[in-house]
């Protein structure tokens, strides 16, 4: 038997809200005076991304998998993936002589900008998080945060250990099933879309918020015997009655995205091997929780926010619990009982 059926035809959105178009609108309506700086680090970001996103969807066969440094067929020397995407951000960020200081995680050094390109923003970011997922194509990210120099001098060292309130604008990229990047300039949250067929971001996710409560944990349990005895018990607490589902793909980007939709929590907290956490402060906490409280949830060390920290060192590690509100609170609850023992 065949069938046949007429394709229904996709209706054009001849005024679609691009990025691009996003981030002029609301340099516009929150600094009309501005001198465009901060619009065109975004736009670079974006460009960044969009580079990054095209590597990754050409990865495997343009053989960017494995080792850094390894030599394809045609005996060309290829970059790993998380070089390029290193190289990549750093470049699209120095190009605009705008910023002024970046901090980032493929090297313990901060790249250190040359004295006349020094501009107004240290930008943190992680180019590719959740790289050992990339040679069995589990979706990867970025994360970027965005703050001021605290000053007109030219940089000093230490002038990016800045408090988590003194980002002006976050967000972060998911190379999953599509490419969507989710972004914050400190009024609400909005995800955009990657559309291949213009090569533009598409607003897609207006305002997004998260649910007051979910129905998902994510952790990796491998670690359960490592946990302090408050995880335990939340994390058995979610087995019990009506169980949570539990989730854990182990890139932040797409446990933190999968959170931002469906709700629940994410958690990455201290383990006996390593009493502060995994994930970095500066460029993967940080960022995260900026997003989490702009969406109306919340993200904390266990003991206090983590946009109060103020980090001491550029790639401090800190324990991290985010979602939905009312899933951190129940966390942070078991914790000060336990503390209080
Ligand atoms: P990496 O970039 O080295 O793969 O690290 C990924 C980070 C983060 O994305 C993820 O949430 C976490 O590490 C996973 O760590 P575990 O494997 O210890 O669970």
């Given amino acids: 038997m065949i069938f046949f059926q007429k394709m229904a035809q996709e209706p054009i959105d001849t005024n679609c809200m691009t990025l691009t178009r996003w981030i002029l609108a609301e340099q516009k309506k929150y600094a009309p005076t501005g001198t465009g700086d901060f619009t065109?680090?975004?736009?670079?970001?974006?460009?960044?991304v969009k580079a990054v996103s095209a590597a990754v969807r050409r990865a495997g066969i343009s053989d960017m998998f494995g080792v850094a440094g390894n030599v394809n067929v045609q005996g060309e020397e290829v970059k790993k993936l998380d070089v390029l995407a290193n190289e990549l951000f750093i470049n699209m960020l120095r190009k605009i002589l705008k910023f002024c200081h970046h901090i980032y995680q493929e090297n313990d050094n901060?790249?250190?900008?040359?004295?006349?390109?020094?501009?107004?923003y240290i930008v943190t970011f992680d180019p590719l998080d959740g790289s050992s997922n990339i040679d069995c194509l589990v979706s990867i990210g970025?994360?970027?945060?965005?703050?001021?120099?605290?000053?007109?001098?030219?940089?000093a060292p230490g002038d990016a250990l800045q408090s988590g309130r003194q980002i002006i604008a976050a967000g972060y990229a998911l190379y999953g099933s599509a490419t969507m990047m989710v972004l914050s300039a400190g009024h609400g949250v909005n995800g955009f879309m990657l559309d291949p067929s213009i090569g533009e971001f598409v607003l897609s996710d207006p305002d997004m918020k998260i649910k007051p409560r979910g129905k998902i944990?994510?952790?990796?349990?491998?670690?359960?015997?490592?946990?302090?005895?408050?995880?335990?018990?939340?994390?058995?607490?979610k087995k019990m009655g009506t169980p949570y589902g539990s989730r854990y793909i182990g890139s932040m980007v797409a446990d933190v995205h999968r959170t931002l939709k469906y709700g629940g929590i994410f958690m990455y907290p201290a383990t006996v091997d390593s009493p502060k956490g995994k994930l970095r402060v500066?460029?993967?906490c940080m960022?995260?929780?900026?997003i989490m409280e702009q969406a109306g949830g919340m993200a904390s060390t266990g003991t206090k926010?983590?946009?109060d920290i103020v980090p001491t060192s550029l790639h401090q590690r800190s324990p991290i619990f985010l979602g939905s509100k009312d899933d951190v609170e129940e966390i942070l609850e078991v914790i000060a009982k336990h503390a209080a023992k």
């Fill in 217 to 237: 944990y994510s952790i990796n349990e491998g670690y359960e015997e490592k946990w302090e005895p408050a995880v335990k018990e939340y994390v058995k607490s």
């Fill in 40 to 48: 065109q680090l975004l736009a670079s970001l974006q460009t960044a």
């Fill in 287 to 290: 960022p995260m929780a900026y």
């Fill in 282 to 284: 500066l460029y993967e």
């Fill in 305 to 307: 926010p983590i946009l």
């Fill in 110 to 120: 901060e790249i250190e900008v040359e004295t006349e390109r020094q501009g107004k």
């Fill in 142 to 155: 970025s994360i970027f945060a965005i703050f001021k120099k605290p000053h007109d001098e030219p940089l």
